[in-house]
């Protein structure tokens, strides 16, 4: 494969603030840096993109940071807060790239989002140089659900001392009844310390984080109100795309065990552990994150 296609930032790529169409609904997206394009798909879902920054990426990579649908300023569905399915970001996905009108681009999708960014590399691989998929997994539900309850134990367990533990807890025993958009920002703050290899460590800067964080309520449904679960186990060894996969040793929610998975499911993939980071690796250790998403766009690939 021939080296990434550079991109000097005008027009549609300017820097700065920037919608396009998703069949009939207004998707923002955000442009930051230079070089090659890589397309940044947030979490949640319900997650603002503005937590997702990566300046050091910025440095190297022309950062077009998806504004998810139902998020911020982006529009809403009329089946809002339900119908938000992969199929349904893939889609707005691809209305972004084809808007874009580059060559090809990188797509680097965190938690939610490397699941839509696994989906869209699998259904509509045309135009993707290379897929990120940061702290994924290639399954949802009861499995996933297990694991991530069996890491939580291991989280309170070696910080039993912290009188702020029983609010971390509790917060996970709320998600369970979200239903509001003052429920999911409660939520998505309340869990925050247990994303981080060591929150506690660094609290006042962390703390700053999880005060600017915003969500908005997506209920995870489809439109006919049936869960949007994910087994991309079948399809993943049919990927075409090149893929790094990233995820941070102390990952209570998406942790190693799924990342060696998806690794070890695609036939042309790589597998970077940031070994002192949780759920946020590029805001953890982010000239290690760095430096592996840009040899994965810079270097040759088979």
């Known amino acids: 494969m021939s080296a990434p296609h550079s991109i000097r930032g005008t027009g549609r790529l300017a820097p700065g603030v920037h919608t396009v169409d998703s069949d009939g609904i207004t998707q923002r997206y955000h442009v930051y840096g ?19 920054r990566m300046p050091a990426l910025e440095e190297h990579l022309t950062m077009v940071y998806v504004e998810a649908l139902g998020t911020g300023e982006s529009g809403r569905l009329p089946s809002h807060p339900h119908g938000y399915t992969r199929e349904r970001y893939s889609l707005a996905l691809q209305r972004l790239i084809d808007h874009l009108d580059v060559p090809e681009v990188y797509l680097l999708g965190h938690s939610h989002g490397a699941f839509v960014a696994a989906y869209h590399a699998i259904h509509r691989p045309d135009g993707v140089a290379g897929v990120v998929l940061y702290e994924g997994a290639p399954v949802t539900g009861p499995e996933h659900g297990a694991e991530a309850g069996r890491r939580l134990q291991e989280f309170a367990a070696a910080h039993a001392d912290r009188p702020e533990l029983h609010e971390v807890l509790a917060a996970f025993e709320a998600m369970r009844a979200i239903s509001s958009d003052e429920q999911t920002l409660a939520v ?10 060591d929150y506690w460590g660094d609290e006042q800067r962390w703390a700053a984080f999880r005060e600017g964080l915003r969500a908005t309520y997506i209920s995870g449904l489809d439109a006919d109100l049936t869960p949007d679960l994910v087994d991309d186990r079948t399809d993943l060894p049919n990927l075409t795309v090149p893929a790094l996969v990233v995820v941070g040793r102390h990952d209570v929610i998406c942790g190693p ?46």
Do not use: D, T
């Open 257 to 302: 065990r799924w990342g060696l998975e998806l690794h070890e499911l695609m036939p042309n993939s790589r597998l970077v552990v940031l070994e002192h980071s949780g759920h946020m690796g590029h805001l953890e250790e982010p000239q290690r994150f760095e430096h592996a998403v840009r040899e994965f766009v810079f270097s040759p690939k088979e």
């Open 188 to 197: 998505a703050r309340g869990i925050l310390p247990s994303y981080f290899a």
């Open 34 to 52: 230079s070089g090659p394009v890589c397309v940044a798909h947030p979490g949640g879902p319900g997650i603002f993109w503005e937590y997702l």
